[in-house]
DNA sequence: TTTATTTATGTAAATAGTTACATAAACACT
DNA sequence: AGTGTTTATGTAACTATTTACATAAATAAA
């Protein structure tokens, strides 16, 4: 019998619960399971020490024996961008919500930081992990074998996912651009070894091509994108009448070094962005914009993990979902 | 002995190291841990087997004996906020620096919900609290006996905390508008019940009396500021040559609405805002606001969070660090 | 009345680690 | 040689829970 000193000696535990109910720690853990048979009588005297010691079961305990922790994990690139921090919004509401917790873990693109909570997702037991990355180490993910939803990508056929239909957004922007009669255009991208820039690019160009009309791509990096780079293909391409840009963010710089160039939007330029951010409805010239069904994406991602985790059946087993072309200011 | 169907059966465990390494259960500890005495050779064998069946020590069964599980949870009031968005940031690169993992908590300023994480701490054997909130609930933190580190506010002198001098802010925006010869000043502030709304006011009105100018004030609700009300607020004080903004979002639809008014910038009105979100030095015109070291701030709040857990002595308890006008294109 | 089933509860093993204590060998110092 | 310290390792108790199994009473069926 010997003693380490640790903190809370407050709390109580199932042995107080059980000592005070005059029962044994396995009729306690019936009551509070609902599982098995207890007398409706000892059930009450179990329910007021539980209310007397305002007693709250230790979740690790319960983690280590059932090999669950009921904490989800949510790998993101980053958290500033405002379509990343909408969707942990979402996430964590739809999470609390069906008594899960939430890890946050910021990959920041760094292989080496994602293969840290990698171990992790191990060590602390977690029931399921939702994954947008950009690296792609799939195999890693799989050899965990926890459950995986991925959003905004889609690695492998074994593993769900669901994603904006970012084919139909570029087909949308381009149609939009088209019809109001832009001949000239630029597409200001995301990196496009990302599969669902290709998927707009591809969506765009499809449009372009039936109408014969010649596109221009840059790349750019969507957490920094380069505002002098964006000034630079303003200025070199003084003819040009229509821009689709890969996020609202880069629309935005696009904007700017358009007024600086001393050319007019709507009039000259239309300009259309992509996820529709909250200041984007709000700054002068209001932007056009594709907008992502960020709050369904994120409910869908936690409600098929979840049903994963319960290994029930996932229906279908890859989402894409609709995107919409939000009409503001920035078209004519 | 009897067995229960677990998924991850291919995990080792501390059984599987001691077993192939011939020692006991105990010296495989003693190894990991760097604990107590292991001869240089049996340490080897150890680290062989480790490696050899690729080995990671639950951390679950680790915490259900230390009492302490690593994690650090994070209360904030909202995630898509920019000013919240990079705290969080920066909260999870140092926590995950330090070897903590970090849970989200999401509060939305609802006090039901804070509750409810509020049991859950106890229930994972939470290590640390980082606190962002404008719930006044102290008490059934400090019941709860885990360390925090409050952050933008300081609810009592026992829990330490980090904050912006708000005052400092208030008069820097003052002093500039005055400086530059504004007399008509409206300040476009936050909700007035919360401290650092009244902190930066004191500090604003302090200058401005000083100065025999009257200031108005008007609250407005951080999350979701009225464009309408701004809109109004500007229209019926058509001689304002200067306004300060709690935050940037703010500023920027002031910004809009003064436009649409007619009214240059910053020929006209010179505008402050606060915060320094990204966008703010992106826009036309480039706002001039009041840049809160958010690195700084997150940085302090988990090595003094840490500190804590580690039970050691917090030097200032209270600090209040410096923020810094930085001047752009809203003001003359 | 005897047997089978349902209800009710307790005992103890199990989860995966850490560590106090016991034990013993190696080493140093009288 | 005898004693004390350092080094090395193992045994088993301990963390807070769940649950298989044992046991026994109550109830139902034969």
């Known amino acids: 019998m010997y003693n380490v000193t640790h903190r809370g000696d407050t709390m109580s535990t199932i042995k107080d619960v059980a000592k005070l109910a005059h029962v044994s720690v396995a009729t306690v853990s019936r009551v509070i399971n609902q599982k098995g048979y207890v007398n409706i ?8 020490a539980i209310e007397k010691l305002n007693y709250v079961p230790n979740e690790l305990a319960r983690s280590l024996f059932q090999k669950k922790s009921r904490i989800i994990a949510v790998m993101l690139p980053h958290l500033t961008a405002y379509y ?5 919004e979402y996430i964590e509401t739809y999470t609390i919500d069906q008594n899960y917790r939430l890890m946050v873990c910021n990959s920041q693109d760094d292989p080496e930081k994602e293969s840290k909570y990698l171990r992790i997702f191990d060590q602390y037991n977690i029931d399921g992990i939702i994954l947008i990355s950009n690296t792609h180490r799939i ?48 597409h200001l ?20 091509k039936e109408n014969n009309i010649i596109n221009f791509s840059y790349d750019l990096d969507f957490r920094a994108p380069s505002p002098t780079d964006i000034a630079n293909v303003v200025k070199s391409n003084p003819d040009c009448d229509g821009i689709f840009c890969d996020s609202d963010y880069i629309a935005i ?17 239309s300009v259309i962005g992509f996820d529709d951010i909250e200041i984007a409805s709000v700054l002068t010239p209001k932007l056009t914009t594709i907008s992502q069904p960020r709050k369904l994406i994120s409910e869908y991602a936690v409600n098929a993990l979840i049903k994963l985790i319960n290994k029930e059946k996932l ?10 072309l939000i009409e503001r200011d920035t078209t004519k």
Chains 1, 2 share one sequence.
């Open 41 to 48: 009588e000892t059930r009450q005297l179990v329910l007021d």
């Open 84 to 88: 990343f921090a909408e969707l942990l």
């Open 139 to 186: 195999d890693d993910y799989k050899k965990l074998g926890i459950p995986i939803v991925e959003i905004d990508h889609k690695l492998g056929e074994d593993i769900p996912s669901i994603q904006s239909n970012n084919y139909q957004g570029g087909k949308l922007a381009a149609n939009k651009l088209v019809s109001i009669g832009c001949r000239k255009i630029i």
């Open 189 to 208: 991208r995301g990196p496009s070894d990302l599969v669902i820039v290709r998927e707009r690019s591809n969506g765009f160009n499809s449009v372009l």
């Open 253 to 269: 710089l696009a904007i700017q070094a358009l007024k600086s160039s001393g050319r007019r939007i709507p009039e000259d330029v």
């Open 315 to 324: 229906d279908p087993f890859h989402r894409n979902v609709d995107v919409k």
